[in-house]
Nanobody, 120 residues
Framework: VQLQASGGGLVQAGGSLRLSCAAS????????MGWFRQAPGKEREFVAGIWWASPNYYADSVKGRFTISRDNAKNTVYLQMNSLKPEDAAVYYC???????????????WGQGTQVTVSS
């Protein structure tokens, strides 16, 4: 599986962005897909995940503001980010793995990352 993330950019606090992650491969629909982020000097952290066998799941810091979704016909997963805060600024990565997980180590495939900058 190859992943290509896009949609990052500069937004004011309170604004919205939608990230996209396009995947190659015929088995996309069976994968658990996740979004992670990494700010300078910080570890990569889980943001949101989506899998056919479970409800969508989120980090506490983004619940109620971010929504993950997928379109299996387009082999694409999305992250709608609303009410953005300066602390949401980071490089966002999409990832694919065999099962539901909040741990980066459980994901097998990674996209290249897309920068999100939030101005206060």
């Amino acid at each position: 599986v190859q992943l290509q993330a896009s949609g990052g950019g500069l937004v004011q606090a309170g604004g919205s962005l939608r990230l996209s992650c396009a995947a190659s491969g015929r088995t996309f629909s069976s994968y658990n897909m996740g979004w992670f982020r990494q700010a300078p000097g910080k570890e990569r952290e889980f943001v949101a995940g989506i899998w056919w066998a479970s409800p969508n799941y989120y980090a506490d810091s983004v619940k109620g503001r971010f929504t993950i979704s997928r379109d299996n016909a387009k082999n694409t997963v999305y992250l709608q980010m609303n009410s953005l805060k300066p602390e949401d600024a980071a490089v966002y990565y999409c990832a694919a793995g065999p099962r539901i997980s909040k741990s980066a180590g459980d994901y097998e495939y990674w996209g290249q990352g897309t920068q999100v900058t939030v101005s206060s």
